[in-house]
């Protein structure tokens, strides 16, 4: 008994060195070294709530939203007087868009500290955002069927003589010419005229409208194919990318992988230029929709700010019109599947199944639109619970079997910061590629693109993040998620 309780005290000691170099990586924006510490901590003793309290904002930081309400509920099932964790799982709730779960955790917490300012101004700021969504759903019952630009007066907008930037024609049709002026003004942090902003969203708009969920791409045989993943909003980034690999062209062609908005501070910049080219290049560039092309993402971390902020609510709305349309998959050259989130809970999807889906819709929070913009891979077998708290982790036998039902060689999607800013997993048959590099200028990692040719074989390029001017990413975001210490 007296070595057992030796070795309970070794362990209690050992946890407590485990959670304090933990917060050292934490301090140092090392969040998933921290949450490897934490583990340790609570493997050597599970029955603490701040080990699992701090591992559930570790998660939080590393965007694992279903992973951070499983150790906050832990927590509070260990002490139910334990006030951190309600406020962990608020924000983990409210960054998943379930702002009512979040309101009353709040609540929990300013009625047992009534003299805490930070917790008032918490609970009323998601009050704000829970009254706000019931009066819009109510207001927008009866407009369900109308575009927000037959509330735009296009014919009486005037561009104002003082206005010297890229200007388009009565057709507001792109020209490499006005893609060159624009990238150049955009450079320079000035804002397209709204009559051309507007333009080029109704042409966009119309053009999406033509296009299948799932959208097929022949790549020449004389041609390189490049797959760029997440930019969210890190624009001098974008045009690094363009640097070094070329603008597209009908000879440089390019897809897009979803998640072009949001968290970085340029979003309106990226999903113009993106549009633009698109707009030019109908048949060799490509968009495809990520789970931020949404109006609960969108309106917690940043592109709504930022779109009211230079534009306009109508203009915000009418961007949510667009992102409904953006097709949910490529498949390039009948060999490689592309999405922004991954594989699906259920098995025999087939690509067929995809390309007649009905698309335009704010995502669910099941099914097969929510797992192509949200899904994440595993190493081992099986399904599993996601850790984002939508979506589902799927395994290598899955990743097989839906290639081998769809006689496709291998899968690539976005969706994950990767220290090399891209990852082959399965075998070399499911690859991950993310393409903002020192994410929300903190997490360190490099950018990268995928580069094709007929043949199919992967070519990695990775590159490191350029300077851009002093607007910090999240500048446009929620407040209260600011507030909640989000990067």
Known sequence: AVVSTQSTGTLVEEAEQDKATANQFFKDKKYLVSIEW??????????????????????????????????????????????????????????????KKSLADYDTVRRARPKDKDAQVKFKECDKIVKRLAFEKAINVDSLKKSIIESVDMENMVVEDSYTGPKLGDDFKVTVQFMEELIAWYRDQKVLHRKYAYGMLINIKKYFETQSSLVRITIPSCNKFTVCGDIHGQFYDLLNIFEINGLPSETNPYLFNG?????????????????GFKLLYPDHMFMARGNHESINMNQMYGFDGEVKEKYSKNMSDFFTEIFNWLPLCHVINNGVFVTHGGLFQEDGITIEDIENFDRNRQPPESGVMCDLLWSDPQSFTGRSASKRGVGVQFGPDVTNAFLERNRLKYVIRSHEVKDEGYEVSHDGKCITVFSAPNYCDQMGNKGAFITLKEDLVPKFTTFDAVPHPDVKPMAYANNLLKMSGFM
């Open 259 to 275: 998640d072009f908005v949001d968290r970085g501070s340029f979003s309106v910049e990226v999903i113009f230029t993106l549009f």
């Open 38 to 99: 934490y583990t340790k901590a609570i493997d050597k003793n599970p029955n603490v709530p701040a080990y699992y309290g701090n591992r559930s904002f570790a998660y939080l930081k590393t965007e694992c939203f279903g992973y951070a309400i499983t150790d906050a509920d832990k927590a509070l099932q260990l002490d139910r007087t334990y006030l951190k964790a309600y406020y962990r799982r608020a924000e983990a709730n409210m960054a998943l868009g379930r702002y």
